[in-house]
Every structure is written in structure tokens, then in C-alpha cells.
């Protein structure tokens, strides 16, 4: 077992000093592993000389940037916790987050001063823009920790509350290193890569997909304030970018996008796709433009990485989101915690180094989220094949009873989004006098589509899906809430 882990940085620098390690996707500005390293020393520096000690946790409130990493690693040697928090929530929800994880410190940008100075009670506040940089000067480099105790806490990350209030997930640093060979493993990670960082910092995706784990590897890590077409476009065309990891809804929009088709896609060694469900037909776009978008499933919980298709697989098993990865086990139980045997779909439940120990100050939520073995309750739905390949059915709290018959919303969505005028869909259950309760359908219309009647888009499923699967409502939207995933927001259609 893992104890300690050696100051992850300061060795990345002792063997890679001039490498750039980080790369501002707007200014050009780099730092190298030695910058880095250099930069996170006078950053636990900082920490300490505002009264930030080990165990205190650290909020940063701002767009990706390359300070974020700078103080990721300047916690680590300091054993303070870094707690990411959401930009796109107003400060009435934020004010939940700082009551919940009590930070001692709290680092803004200019975008988000408004948001910082809205907050109800706000911690001692450090602008990134404005005082952050002379202050980092001004910081000595240095000595700290040169072993970071693996089962440690290393950041909190809030998870997306699609159904309700956010829980704050430890992630330590054994997690770090479990997930860094388990993404490393399936996409050849090296330390010739580039990857981008676009995916929100406060999301688990942003850190470990690809970004963490690439500095880990040695490679460049390009990062992008947030997603802009146009400037990822760019990077292709440009053939920088060897590893991509993205959310549906941001393939979607690559795909719309006029120069995408055209761009050297080929140079992509791996396109990796997880945060929500990857439609078929999605998948279908991507393959006939030669791309193997590797389809994946993960938690906030796991890591994340647990599932991901291996590319030579992507285009055979479209649906699938491949196999359990190098230290992430996975089974399909009943509500017993039973195994069941394959084919069957039943309560998917993960277990390895990956796995989060718990929840931040909530022992209920911690104990409610094991087995008496000890494997995580994922919530979700899932099938294995004879082949071992995974197939997830949905979220047990969505899946419903229709003349007793189990209907899982994550099929139907699957056939509504195939139909040509559907960008995308969102089922949810209604009660009804006869049969128990149905399928109420949302639907997002494409781009350029026409508006399909409820009698159309009836008679599609109906064609596709038995007829107590079929939804007995169907309602527009402009568009759908999501989380910063991507992911719909259920809760609030309903």
C-alpha cells in the first residue's frame, strides 16, 4: 500500500525543469516544470503568511487559469485543501459552499469580484488579478513537505447537484495517482502530449481529464479559460492538441461548427467523452468523420475514471462505455447487494483506489454511499455483456414502473435524440390512473430543424421502443438546464 507520495511537482521539475508544463491559451504565456514548481513554492508561501495552516481549506472562485494549478500544488506542500468553487452560481448558492467547507482564504478573479464581494460572509479574499501577483512575488520560496500523505485530503470538489444540494466529495491524494494510471493506462498517456484544458476547474473533469494527470506525465497542458469554439478549432487545425477529453454537449458543438469536418482530425491520438450520456447518433457523426470518440463513465466519487471504450473498440460498441480501467473495479448487484449474472441489469457498484473515502462533514451521506463491503453505490443502472463490456441503463431514482414493466428513461432518450429535428431529450416519469405512471418526454429541437407534432415523434419511438416505453406526453424546449458537465437538470424541468 501507498503511504507517502513524493512532492509530485518537484519531481516532475527534477526530471523535466525545461519543459513547458502550462500554456495560457489566449496570451501565449508558459510556465515551465521548473517555473512550476518554483511558482507553487512562493504560493505555500503566500498561504502560510495569510494564516492558512494544514488541514485549512483554501476557496478559489475563477475561470481556468494557470494560478489555479499554481495553487493546487502550493496546498499540497502546504497540506492546506483546496476547495474549487462554482462560477456560474449566484452568491445566495455559493454562500451553501463556503458554510459548508469554512474556508479560511478565498482567491477571485476579475469576472468573479461581483460574485465574491455578493457573498454573505466571505472569507479574507486574494484577487488573482490585481493583488495576487506581487503578492507571489513578494512570497519566499521556501521549504515544505516533500511527502504528501497518500489517504490525505487534497481538494473538495462540489458535485453538480442535479437532483439537489451539492455534497463536497474528498479527493486525496492516492486518488490523484490511482487516476493518473487509470486515464493513463487506457489513452497511452506520454509526456510528449498536449492536452486542453477547457472543462471548468470546479469540476472533477477539468482537474483529472486530462489536465492533472498530464502533468503528472510530463506533457503540456494548454489551458483555456473556458470553451470557446472558434479558439479548440484552432488548435486542431494547428495540430497541437494529442489527447481531448470533452462532454456531448461540446462535441455537439464541434460537429456544428463549419471548420471542424475540415480540420486534421487524424492528429488526435484519443477523443474521450464522459460527464453525461453520449448519444448514438452523436457517436454515428463522429465516426463518419474517421473520429473514435471513446466513450466513458465515471463520478465525481470514482475519481473519476472507472469505464472508458478503448478506441479500437469505439466504433463497434457504440453505446458501451468499455470496461473497468487498471485499478477501478466494477459489479452489478441487486438491492441486496447481490451479484448478478450478465446481461442482467441490476445496481452498479465501484471499488479500488480510485474511490473517494466519503463526504466532506457528512457521515450520514458517507455511510449511506457504501456497501457493508465497502463498494461505492454509484446509483446508476447497468448491464454487463457475455464480452465484459458495460452498458449503463440510467439512474435507478429516474428508472419507473409502466403496467409493470421497468422503463429506463436513458433508452428512450437514446431513440429520441436519433430522430433528425431532435438535438436532444430528456424523459421523466408522470403518474397515471391505468398504468401505474409513464413517460413524459422534453425535447430540444436541432438547430435547423422542423417541429415534429407529439403524433410524429410517437410514431418514431413507437418504431424503435415496445409501446409501454413509448412517452404519452411530449413538450418543447428552448433549451435544457444543465450542470457544468452537461448533464440535464431533471429536477428542474419537473
Not at 245 to 272: E, I, K, M, N
Amino acid at each position: 500500500m501507498i503511504v507517502d507520495i513524493p512532492d509530485l511537482i518537484a519531481k516532475r521539475a527534477s526530471l523535466s525543469a525545461d519543459k513547458v508544463a502550462l500554456e495560457d491559451a489566449a496570451t501565449g504565456r508558459t510556465l515551465t516544470y521548473a517555473a512550476l514548481d518554483a511558482r507553487a513554492a512562493r504560493a505555500a508561501a503566500l498561504l502560510a503568511a495569510r494564516g492558512v495552516g494544514k488541514g485549512d481549506r483554501v476557496a478559489i472562485l475563477s475561470r481556468n487559469r494557470l494560478e489555479f494549478f499554481e495553487l493546487l500544488f502550493g496546498c499540497a506542500r502546504l497540506g492546506a485543501i483546496l476547495v474549487p468553487l462554482n462560477w456560474r452560481m449566484p452568491p445566495a448558492e455559493l454562500d451553501g459552499l463556503i458554510a459548508d467547507a469554512g474556508p479560511s482564504l478565498l482567491f477571485h478573479g476579475a469576472e468573479e469580484e461581483e460574485a465574491a464581494a455578493g457573498l454573505a460572509a466571505p472569507p479574507p479574499a486574494v484577487h488573482l488579478d490585481r493583488d495576487y501577483p506581487a503578492a507571489l512575488e513578494a512570497a519566499p520560496a521556501g521549504t515544505w513537505r516533500g511527502l504528501w500523505p497518500a489517504a490525505e485530503t487534497w481538494y473538495l470538489i462540489y458535485t453538480s447537484g442535479t437532483t439537489g444540494r451539492p455534497k463536497g466529495v474528498i479527493y486525496t491524494y492516492r486518488m490523484a495517482v490511482a487516476n493518473y494510471v487509470n486515464i493513463g493506462a487506457a489513452i497511452g498517456l506520454a509526456s510528449t502530449d498536449t492536452t486542453l484544458s477547457f472543462l471548468p476547474n470546479f469540476h472533477t473533469a477539468g482537474i483529472n481529464l486530462h489536465a492533472l494527470p498530464t502533468l503528472i506525465a510530463g506533457g503540456r497542458v494548454i489551458v483555456m479559460h473556458g470553451y470557446d469554439g472558434d479558439a479548440m478549432i484552432a488548435l486542431l487545425e494547428a495540430r497541437r492538441l494529442d489527447t481531448l477529453f470533452a462532454v456531448p454537449t461540446v462535441y455537439q458543438s464541434l460537429l456544428d461548427h463549419p471548420r471542424f469536418a475540415a480540420a486534421p482530425l487524424g492528429h488526435v491520438r484519443h477523443w474521450g467523452c464522459g460527464g453525461a450520456p453520449l448519444p448514438d447518433a452523436l457517436a454515428v457523426r463522429c465516426r463518419d468523420l474517421g473520429v473514435r470518440v471513446c466513450n466513458g463513465m465515471g463520478m465525481t466519487e470514482t475519481g473519476p475514471t472507472a469505464f472508458l471504450v478503448d478506441p479500437a473498440d469505439a466504433w463497434e460498441r457504440i453505446g458501451s462505455v468499455g470496461t473497468p480501467q487498471l485499478l477501478c473495479s466494477a459489479r452489478i448487484v441487486d438491492e441486496q447487494d447481490r451479484p448478478l449474472p450478465d446481461g442482467t441489469v441490476g445496481d452498479l457498484q465501484f471499488a479500488g483506489p480510485g474511490i473517494t473515502p466519503g463526504y466532506w462533514r457528512n457521515e450520514e451521506a458517507t455511510r449511506a454511499a457504501f456497501t457493508a463491503d465497502g463498494w461505492l453505490r454509484s446509483g446508476d443502472l447497468a448491464r454487463r455483456d457475455a464480452d465484459g463490456f458495460y452498458w449503463i441503463a440510467g439512474r435507478r431514482k429516474e428508472m419507473f414502473i409502466s403496467g409493470g414493466e421497468n422503463v429506463y428513461p436513458a433508452e428512450v432518450e437514446n431513440v429520441l435524440s436519433a430522430h433528425p429535428d431532435v438535438l436532444d431529450a430528456a424523459v421523466l416519469a408522470e403518474a397515471d390512473p391505468k398504468w401505474g405512471e409513464v413517460g413524459r418526454a422534453f425535447v430540444q429541437l436541432a438547430p435547423n430543424g422542423a417541429r415534429p407534432d407529439g403524433a410524429a415523434l410517437d410514431a418514431f419511438c413507437r418504431a424503435r421502443l415496445a409501446p409501454y416505453k413509448v412517452p404519452r406526453r411530449f413538450d418543447f424546449v428552448a433549451e435544457f438546464p444543465r450542470t457544468s458537465a452537461g448533464k440535464i437538470q431533471k429536477h428542474l424541468l419537473a
